[in-house]
C-alpha cells in the first residue's frame, strides 16, 4: 500500500507578534530627523541653563577671565549666602501666595462661569462667551494705567490682593474657554440621571463635573500658576515696599543692586529658577496629558 499523498507542510512556526524587522528599520530611519531636530532643541535650551549653574560658582574675575570653562576654585559662597538670606525667602513665599491665590480665584471663578455658559440656555450665551474671548486680545499693557488708578481708589496698592485679582481677571478668558469645551462634552444623560436621582444644578457641578473635569482643572491650574509665577509688571507696578516683592521683581532689584557682581546675579537667577523647574517637572504629566484629553475628546 502506498503512502498517501498530501500537500508536504514545513515546520510549524509560532505567530507572529511584531512588524518585520525591515519595517522597524525603515520607521527609526524615518524618525531619525526628528530625533536629530529634538536633540538640536535640547541642546539649545539646557545650554543657557548649565552655564548660569557653573557660572554661579564662579568668581567675576573668573567670568571676566574664563567665561567658558569650570570654576576653579568653586565659588560656593555665591549660592550660600542667597539661601541665608532672608529677602531671598521672602520673595519665594511672596510669589507662592500671589501665585497660589490667583490660581484658586481664576479656577473657581472660571468654572463656574463655564458650567453656565456650557451646561445652560439663556438669551445672550453665545455674546457674553464672545466677550471673554476678545478677552484673549486685549493687551495687559494697556489696562496699566487704569489698572493703577482703580487699585489706589479701592486702596489695593501694597497689598496682595492687587496683584492677585488683576490676575486672576486677565487668566478668566482662556480658562474659560478651555473648561467650557470640556464641560460640554460631558454626557446630557449624567446630568438627566443625576436629576431625577433628586441632585441640583450646583450639585450635578459639584458632586459629578468637577470629579470628571479633573484633567481639565489640573491643566488650567498649571497655566494659572506659571501666568503668576512669572509676573513681572503687574508686581512692580502694585509693591512699592520689598515686604511682597516677587520672584521677578526681585530679580529685577537684585541686578540693580549688584550690577557689578555678574556671577552672584547668575546665582540668584539659578536659585529663582529652581522652583518653577521643579514644579513644571511634578506637573508635567498633567499638563501634558489634560492638552492630549481635550485634543482627543469629540
Do not use: H
Request: glycine share 10%; hydrophobic share 50%; net charge positive.
Amino acid at each position: 500500500m502506498s503512502a498517501p499523498t498530501g500537500p508536504t507542510t514545513g515546520p510549524t512556526t509560532g505567530p507572529t507578534t511584531g512588524p518585520p524587522t525591515s519595517v522597524v528599520r525603515r520607521r527609526r530611519l524615518r524618525a531619525l530627523p526628528v530625533y536629530a531636530i529634538l536633540w538640536v532643541v535640547g541642546v539649545f535650551m539646557v545650554t543657557p541653563l548649565l552655564y548660569a549653574i557653573v557660572s554661579g560658582f564662579k568668581s567675576t574675575d573668573q567670568l571676566s577671565g574664563n567665561p567658558f570653562g569650570l570654576p576653579s576654585p568653586w565659588v560656593t559662597s555665591n549660592y550660600t549666602s542667597l539661601l541665608g538670606s532672608g529677602a531671598f525667602w521672602r520673595s519665594i513665599g511672596s510669589s507662592t501666595v500671589i501665585a497660589v491665590g490667583a490660581t484658586l480665584v481664576t479656577v473657581v471663578t472660571a468654572a463656574l462661569a463655564a458650567f453656565a455658559l456650557a451646561r445652560f440656555a439663556f438669551r445672550g450665551r453665545e455674546f457674553m462667551f464672545t466677550l471673554f474671548t476678545m478677552g484673549l486680545m486685549f493687551p495687559f499693557a494697556v489696562a496699566i494705567l487704569p489698572l493703577f488708578i482703580l487699585l489706589r481708589t479701592f486702596g489695593l496698592l501694597d497689598n496682595p490682593w492687587g496683584v492677585i485679582l488683576p490676575e486672576a481677571a486677565f487668566g478668566l478668558p482662556v480658562t474659560i474657554i478651555i473648561l467650557r469645551g470640556f464641560f460640554r462634552e460631558i454626557p446630557g444623560e449624567l446630568e438627566e440621571a443625576a436629576t431625577l436621582d433628586g441632585c441640583s444644578p450646583f450639585g450635578f457641578f459639584w458632586r459629578v463635573l468637577l470629579p470628571l473635569a479633573r484633567p481639565a482643572l489640573g491643566t488650567v491650574s498649571v497655566l494659572a500658576i506659571v501666568s503668576s509665577w512669572n509676573q513681572f509688571l503687574l508686581p512692580l507696578l502694585v509693591f512699592s515696599e520689598p515686604t511682597w516683592w516677587t520672584i521677578p521683581v526681585g530679580i529685577q532689584q537684585f541686578q540693580g543692586q549688584y550690577a557689578s557682581d555678574v556671577a552672584r546675579i547668575f546665582a540668584y537667577l539659578v536659585l529663582a529658577m529652581a522652583p518653577a523647574l521643579a514644579f513644571y517637572a511634578v506637573a508635567e504629566r498633567q499638563l501634558i496629558g489634560g492638552i492630549t484629553l481635550g485634543a482627543t475628546k469629540g
